[in-house]
């Protein structure tokens, strides 16, 4: 077996596996055991398969073997299963990493100002700008689509690392929301990199690439509405009771 093909296998196993474990912290009690254990049995799995996924991209970008020789057009090929697979396996560990780290970070947020967080937001800026640029210049304006994602999401994530006074249990959205970006992410990649395995002919179909955004944002939306500070002194949302 080749090293790409062994790539793939592991890519899959881990891939599945954080696919299959998203939805139990989404379904469970938060904050309660399932929620944490299923929820960092998804996480370090969404990590393992982002960081394949940029090997697999490099490998296809500059490898010493062509990939996928029946799809003819190789400059399609380049930004699909290069630069949008980098972008997209950059954006799912940005996601994983934040997720982890504002619940970690709660009482000391200046953390997340380190250099090392910091890398993490530039790494997905970069490649989103890339991928955006690549997709614009090859006519495929999805992946500059796709690419916004990333953009909007390091903009709200810097925004509450910076933000001098964040209202109390901010984190709480903050950590909703970065994993089930991760979430989103996977998806698109798993729906546009791996569908044109399945039916070429509909990788680029909007209607299927929006199912992963559409559902995610509703997802995200809704916990934010959960979680947001009440009002009325004394009331305390039901969402943020769970998470105590």
């Given at each position: 077996m080749h090293l790409f093909e062994a790539l793939v296998v592991l890519h899959v196993i881990a891939g599945a596996t954080g696919l299959i474990?998203?939805?139990?912290?989404?379904?469970?009690?938060k904050g309660g055991a399932a929620h944490r254990k299923w929820g960092r049995i998804g996480t370090y799995a969404f990590l393992v398969a982002g960081t394949l996924a940029i090997a697999m991209a490099l490998l296809s970008l500059y490898g010493p073997e062509q990939r996928l020789p029946m799809i003819t057009d190789r400059v399609l090929f380049a930004g699909l299963f290069g630069?949008?697979?980098?972008?997209?396996?950059?954006?799912?560990?940005?996601?994983a990493v934040y997720g982890l780290a504002v619940v970690r970070h709660r009482a000391n947020?200046?953390?997340l100002r380190?250099?090392?967080?910091?890398?993490?937001?530039?790494?997905?800026i970069a490649s989103a700008l890339?991928?955006?640029?690549?997709?614009?210049s090859i006519g495929q304006p999805?992946?500059?689509?796709?690419?916004?994602?990333?953009l909007a999401a390091v903009a709200t994530q810097q925004f509450y690392v910076w933000r001098a006074s964040p209202p109390p249990r901010a984190h709480i959205p903050e950590h909703f929301r970065a994993l089930l970006g991760m979430g989103i992410s996977a998806y698109t990649a798993f729906l546009s990199?791996?569908?044109?395995?399945l039916v070429p002919e509909h990788v680029f179909n909007p209607l299927i690439w929006a199912v992963p955004s559409i559902i995610g944002v509703s997802l995200i939306i809704r916990f934010t509405i959960?979680?947001?500070?009440a009002r009325r002194s004394g009331a305390v949302p039901a969402q943020q009771q769970q998470e105590a």
């Amino acid at each position: 077996m080749h090293l790409f093909e062994a790539l793939v296998v592991l890519h899959v196993i881990a891939g599945a596996t954080g696919l299959i474990a998203f939805w139990v912290p989404i379904a469970a009690r938060k904050g309660g055991a399932a929620h944490r254990k299923w929820g960092r049995i998804g996480t370090y799995a969404f990590l393992v398969a982002g960081t394949l996924a940029i090997a697999m991209a490099l490998l296809s970008l500059y490898g010493p073997e062509q990939r996928l020789p029946m799809i003819t057009d190789r400059v399609l090929f380049a930004g699909l299963f290069g630069w949008m697979m980098l972008y997209l396996g950059t954006l799912t560990i940005g996601f994983a990493v934040y997720g982890l780290a504002v619940v970690r970070h709660r009482a000391n947020r200046a953390a997340l100002r380190g250099p090392f967080y910091q890398t993490v937001f530039v790494a997905v800026i970069a490649s989103a700008l890339w991928c955006g640029y690549f997709g614009l210049s090859i006519g495929q304006p999805l992946m500059a689509a796709v690419a916004l994602i990333g953009l909007a999401a390091v903009a709200t994530q810097q925004f509450y690392v910076w933000r001098a006074s964040p209202p109390p249990r901010a984190h709480i959205p903050e950590h909703f929301r970065a994993l089930l970006g991760m979430g989103i992410s996977a998806y698109t990649a798993f729906l546009s990199v791996g569908l044109i395995r399945l039916v070429p002919e509909h990788v680029f179909n909007p209607l299927i690439w929006a199912v992963p955004s559409i559902i995610g944002v509703s997802l995200i939306i809704r916990f934010t509405i959960g979680t947001r500070p009440a009002r009325r002194s004394g009331a305390v949302p039901a969402q943020q009771q769970q998470e105590a």
